[in-house]
C-alpha cells in the first residue's frame, strides 16, 4: 500500500476544506500529500462551512444571542478559535431555534477546525436538523457539508461523500448562477472524500468542476489555492508527479497572496509539495520543505492539531529511513500523542502510527 495518503483540512480544509476546510483536510494514515476541508478543512472559513447569521425578532437575550453568533464568525474569519468556541457555545443555548441552530454549525465548523472533528460531528447533525424543521434547506446544506467534511476526516467516507452529494444538490437548486462560492466550497470537500476513497478519476473531475467554476467567476486566490492544493494531492495518487508539483507550486503562491507567510493551509501545501519532491529522489529539498512546514504548524496550528500530527508522523518517517533513531523517535512520539488526542486511538493513522513508533524502537 502507498504511504502517500492525505491527512484536510482541514482542511478546509482546511476545506475548506472549506477540506478541504477546506477542506483540505485530516487524512488516512502514511506518508501523504495532505489537503483543508473544507476544511476543510483548517483554512479560512467558506460560506457552507461558517454559521449562517440570523436576524431574530423577540427579547432582548434572542437578539444579544444573534449578536454573539455574528461575533463568534469574526473570531473564526480571524483564526481566533477559542474566542469562536466561547461565543458559538454561549449562543447554542438561545432559545430562539434560528439563533441556535447557527451556532451549533458555527461550533462544530470550530471544533474540526480545532482539529475535534469527533466532537464536531454532534453539534453539526443537530444544526442540520433544526435548520430542516425550520424550513430552510439551504442553511441545512451548508451545515451537512461541514457534517460531511467532519465524517470525512473520521475515515467515514461513504456518509461523508452522501451528506456531500446531497448538500451540492440543494445548493444548486437555491443559490444564482452568479453566486456559487459555496458550490466550489462544497464540491472541494466532495473531491477530498472521493480522493480519500481512492476514487481518483472521479476526484479529479470533481475538483477540475471546482477550479472552473472558480476561475470564471474570479473567486478569492486562499479557494483556488485549496483546490489547486487537492488537485495536486490527487495527480500524485495517480502518479503524475509533475502535474502533482504543478499544481502544488500554484496552490503555495496563491495561498502566500491570500494569507501572507504565517498562516494554517500553508502547512498542508508545503508538507504535500515535500511528499511529490521526495517522491522524484530529491531528498535534501524534500527534508527543508518538510522542516518549514514542521516549523510553520507549531506557530500556526494547535499542538494536537491533526496537520501537525502528519508532518510529524512524515518527518518521523524519513529521518526512520535515514538511520537517525532519535530525531525519528522524537517526532513519532510528538505524532502519536497528537492523534491519540485527536482522533483516538482506534483510528487508522493512530494505529499507523504506533507501528512506526514500535518499529523505530526496535531499530538498534
Known sequence: MSRLWTTLLLAALMLACGRKDTHEAKKPPGKVSAAPRATPAPASPSPPNKAPTSQPAGPKQVSAS???VEQANAHLDANRLQDALVGFSAASRSPDKSVQAAALHGLGVTQ???GRPRDAVAPLSRAVKLFEELGKPL???????????ALDVLGQYPEAAKRQRAAIGVMEQHLPADQREPIV??????GGTEMHARDYARADKTLKRA???AE????PAALRGKLHQNLGVNADMGKRPADAEDHLKKALALKRQAHGELHPGLVTT????????ERQGRAAEAIGLYEKAYELAGKALPKDHPTTAQVAFNLAL???????RDVAAKHCKAALEARQRSLGPQHRATRKTVSLCAEIAKRP
Open 66 to 68: 444573534a449578536t454573539t
Open 112 to 114: 474540526r477546525r480545532l
Open 139 to 149: 442553511k441545512a446544506a451548508y451545515a451537512g457539508s461541514s457534517l460531511g467534511n
Open 185 to 190: 466550497n462544497a464540491l472541494l470537500g466532495l
Open 211 to 213: 477550479l472552473e467554476i
Open 216 to 219: 470564471k467567476q474570479q473567486l
Open 270 to 277: 508545503l508538507n504535500s509539495l515535500a511528499i511529490v519532491v
Open 318 to 324: 524519513l529521518n526512520h529511513e535515514a538511520g537517525k
